[in-house]
């Protein structure tokens, strides 16, 4: 009992302490991550039950003495019905929550340029001209609750844009645009990463978010850097 209660405090702990954190697709900070978030946790409680009830079901099956009188019905209630509108359930449910995911038909509020390469990710931020107001280097500055639509591309190999609290990630190729759009609900850090392998130093090829109020988001832009200071007034990195 005590044995029992030394391994599973500490991993209860272990297991909920990835559900936070400045890179945690289960700490979602913006609508995109929440509808990941959320089929991700319908699909572990629904797992979880199924997984139960084929186990009582064994049981069930193992202390059994005698036949069913009507086993092709069971065959074809668990076999065949509950698969079939379990299935059918989750699919509708993953519809529904994938445009949530891609932002379907919403309007975009601003672009901003992605480039992957080795070993670092480069942000260029278009001005009201068209021109680049403000290039940055590992560092994503971003105004919160505005739709913001990257355009990723690489100048070497395969990379893959990811910040697991705004949403989905997508891949950066040599010779193409690939665009996700990403909201951040409020002000805050986070962390991004690279999530292909794209050679020896991949692991290192991380960046920081900054999420900052609109009005701080034009002041970067204009070339004041206190503007992205993220403080405890928006939430201190985690
Ligand atoms: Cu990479």
């Given at each position: 009992?005590?044995?029992?209660?030394?391994?599973?405090?500490?991993?209860?702990a272990?297991?909920?302490?990835?559900?936070?954190?400045?890179?945690?697709?289960?700490?979602?900070?913006?609508?995109?991550?929440?509808?990941?978030?959320?089929?991700?946790?319908?699909?572990?409680?629904?797992?979880?039950?199924?997984?139960?009830?084929?186990?009582?079901?064994?049981?069930?099956?193992?202390?059994?003495?005698?036949s069913?009188?009507?086993?092709?019905?069971?065959?074809?209630?668990?076999?065949?019905?509950m698969?079939?509108?379990?299935?059918?359930?989750?699919?509708?449910?993953?519809?529904?929550?994938?445009?949530?995911?891609?932002?379907?038909?919403?309007?975009?509020?601003?672009?901003?340029?992605?480039?992957?390469?080795?070993?670092?990710?480069?942000?260029?931020?278009?001005?009201?001209?068209?021109?680049?107001?403000?290039?940055?280097?590992?560092?994503?500055?971003m105004?919160?609750?505005?739709?913001?639509?990257?355009?990723?591309?690489?100048?070497?190999?395969?990379h893959?844009?990811?910040?697991?609290?705004?949403?989905?990630?997508?891949?950066?190729?040599?010779g193409?645009?690939?665009?996700?759009?990403?909201?951040?609900?409020?002000?805050?850090?986070?962390?991004?990463?690279?999530a292909?392998?794209?050679?020896?130093?991949?692991?290192?090829?991380?960046?920081?978010?900054?999420?900052?109020?609109?009005?701080?988001?034009?002041?970067?832009?204009?070339?004041?850097?206190?503007?992205?200071?993220?403080?405890?007034?928006?939430?201190?990195?985690?």
């Open positions: 009992m005590r044995l029992a209660r030394v391994v599973a405090l500490p991993g209860a272990l297991l909920a302490s990835g559900c936070r954190g400045v890179q945690s697709a289960l700490d979602p900070a913006g609508p995109a991550a929440l509808a990941i978030a959320r089929i991700w946790w319908v699909m572990l409680i629904g797992g979880t039950a199924i997984f139960l009830l084929v186990m009582a079901c064994l049981l069930w099956a193992m202390n059994r003495r005698s069913l009188r009507h086993p092709s019905r069971l065959v074809l209630l668990g076999g065949l019905a698969p079939t509108a379990v299935l059918l359930a989750l699919l509708v449910y993953g519809i529904a929550g994938g445009r949530q995911v891609v932002a379907w038909g919403q309007p975009v509020d601003r672009t901003v340029e992605v480039i992957g390469r080795q070993w670092e990710w480069e942000f260029r931020h278009p001005g009201a001209d068209g021109r680049d107001a403000r290039r940055s280097i590992d560092t994503l500055v105004p919160a609750g505005e739709l913001v639509e990257f355009r990723i591309a690489s100048e070497d190999v395969i893959s844009f990811w910040v697991p609290r705004l949403g989905g990630k997508i891949d950066a190729i040599p193409r645009v690939n665009t996700l759009r990403l909201r951040a609900d409020a002000p805050g850090a986070m962390r991004g990463q690279c292909e392998f794209c050679g020896l130093s991949h692991t290192h090829m991380a960046f920081d978010v900054r999420v900052v109020p609109a009005p701080d988001y034009a002041r970067w832009l204009r070339g004041d850097d206190a503007a992205a200071h993220i403080d405890a007034t928006h939430g201190a990195p985690r």
